[in-house]
Each structure stands twice: as structure tokens, then as C-alpha cells.
Nanobody, 126 residues
């Protein structure tokens, strides 16, 4: 199995920046083809944030974060990052990294991912 551990959350003012990290360990019988970030605000379901396919440098973003967030990888460290800039109060949530092998049309779906981290809290003050 694959284990994912997020870190880097914290408290920031609106307009500030944070960089989240997700370290992967273990192995899967079938290597996941994509990594993604989701978030969950109190009382809400998991919301897609960003994703990247291992086979390419193509990145996918929710409309609400496009232009502000960036997903990236450091293969040597088995780590996926989410750079978050120009943060808004509505970005406040627990952020989770995920791994899976979604078909392209399902890449933004929570249910398409197999492995999940424990989450890291991001709080943006207004």
C-alpha cells in the first residue's frame, strides 16, 4: 500500500502564501497515474483543487484556484507540493493529497482516487 503524509498547513492572512507537501512511501501493486489535492471545509464534501498526471506535465485546477495555486513534484523526494498564493478566506479547509489512476474525465472526482493522506489544516484570516 501507499502512504501519503501532508504537511505545511497553518495560519495566514488573506493575500498570503503557503506551500503544502505530501510525502509518499510504500508501494502499490499498480503505480498510480495521477496525484491530486482536495480540500474539505467544515460541513462540506471533498472539493477538487488540483491534479497532475505522472506521464506528463499537464496540470489541472479547479476554477476557484486557477492562477493562484500550482501543483508540482520532486521525484527524488517522493513528494508532491501545492503552492498556494493570493490566499482567500474561502480557501480555509483541511487539505488532502491523493493518489490514484483516474481516467481523464474522472480526474476531478474524489471517488476516483485510491490513496489518501491524513490532511493538513489551512486557515486564512480575512
Amino acid at each position: 500500500q501507499v502512504q501519503l503524509v501532508e504537511s505545511g498547513g497553518g495560519l495566514v492572512q488573506a493575500g498570503g502564501s503557503l506551500r503544502l507537501s505530501c510525502v509518499a512511501s510504500g508501494r502499490a501493486s499498480n503505480t498510480p497515474t495521477a496525484m491530486a489535492w482536495f480540500r474539505q471545509a467544515p460541513g462540506n464534501e471533498h472539493q477538487f483543487v488540483a491534479a497532475s498526471r505522472w506521464s506528463s506535465n499537464v496540470e489541472y485546477y479547479a476554477d476557484s484556484v486557477k492562477g493562484r495555486f500550482a501543483i508540482s513534484r520532486d521525484n527524488a523526494k517522493n513528494t508532491v507540493y501545492l503552492q498556494m498564493n493570493s490566499l482567500k478566506a474561502e480557501d480555509t479547509a483541511v487539505y488532502y493529497c491523493a493518489a490514484g489512476s483516474p481516467i481523464l474525465s474522472s480526474l476531478r472526482r474524489y471517488s476516483a482516487y485510491t490513496y489518501w493522506g491524513q490532511g493538513t489544516q489551512v486557515t486564512v484570516s480575512s
